[in-house]
């Protein structure tokens, strides 16, 4: 994933930001006891969110406690796992595996390929617990990599393509919430395309490489133009939030997508810090 999907954590209620990072940390233990130690390099906070958000819906048994590790060798960190963790510790190996062999096929990196290699076992194992799930990533990525290729400019065409790989991944099981998770995974990944080729337009222009908004380089405007997109896009995937029957951490969550996501945005393009929420939907 791009790293976006991360809470404002300056405007957290101190409890809040407590449960925020202990689940943080319960992924990363997750992510040790599936596929072992050097998974936890892979841990990144977008999962967290979907850990949150399914743990509001299913409401899992969680086990909780406090430990040191490697990344807190100095003390021990509260955390809070459950069967979502474990869940969302899958779907970042098959996120963080198949990211490592595109960046491979389109940049030749070896450092890509060497990731690759080390996380291959743990992603054969997560295609035998998820294949719709994993095949649908693959799928997502090789659609993006043909587009890619093409040098289309086409934002909606190469967005829809994360969508669909999102839409799969926010579906945990099967049941009467599955419709509405695709719809919110959808609008998400769509909205997380969008925002990752917007903040790296330039870089991706002065390095050659493909963005969909590459005709857009250098135009004074594209703050509000970016923004207008974004704000349609999150707008969707709100709307479909406000739909599931949620409890637990709800103001954790709209942190996450109504100001925490909009953070380096507004710092690229507004000089501002994520405190004001100017683009929040």
């Known amino acids: 994933m791009f790293g976006y999907l991360i809470a404002a954590s300056n405007v957290l209620e101190e409890p809040e930001l407590r449960r925020y990072k202990a689940v943080y940390c319960g992924l990363c233990r997750s992510l040790k006891r599936c596929f072992g130690q050097s998974a936890r390099l892979t841990l990144n906070y977008d999962m967290t969110f979907l850990v949150l958000l399914l743990s509001s819906l299913y ?151 493909y963005n969909p908004f590459a005709g857009l380089a250098g135009r004074e405007e594209n703050g509000e133009r970016f923004r207008d997109i974004l704000r349609m896009q999150l707008g969707e995937c709100v709307y479909w939030y406000d739909r599931l029957p949620l409890v637990a951490d709800t103001g954790l969550m709209k942190n996450i997508l109504c100001v925490g996501l909009w953070s380096a945005f507004n710092q690229k393009y507004n000089g501002e810090g994520s405190e004001n929420g100017s683009g929040s939907v």
Request: charged residues 35%; contains cysteine; aromatic residues 8%.
């Open 59 to 209: 409401e899992p048994k969680e086990e909780s406690g406090e430990s040191g590790c490697m990344r807190h060798p100095l003390g021990s960190e509260r955390f809070v796992m459950s069967e979502a963790s474990d869940y969302a510790a899958n779907m970042n190996i098959a996120l963080a595996y198949l990211k490592c062999l595109d960046d491979w096929k389109d940049d030749k990196s070896l450092i890509a390929l060497a990731e690759a290699k080390t996380l291959r076992a743990g992603y054969d194992a997560v295609k035998g617990r998820f294949p719709r799930q994993c095949e649908a990533i693959e799928k997502a990525l090789d659609e993006l990599s043909a587009i890619e290729s093409e040098g289309r400019e086409d934002p909606d065409a190469a967005a829809a393509c994360f969508g669909a790989m999102m839409r799969e991944v926010f579906v945990w099981r099967e049941d009467r919430w599955s419709g509405t998770l695709r719809h919110m995974g959808d609008a998400l990944g769509r909205f997380l395309y969008l925002l990752d080729a917007a903040m790296d337009l330039d870089e991706d222009v002065r390095r050659g490489r």
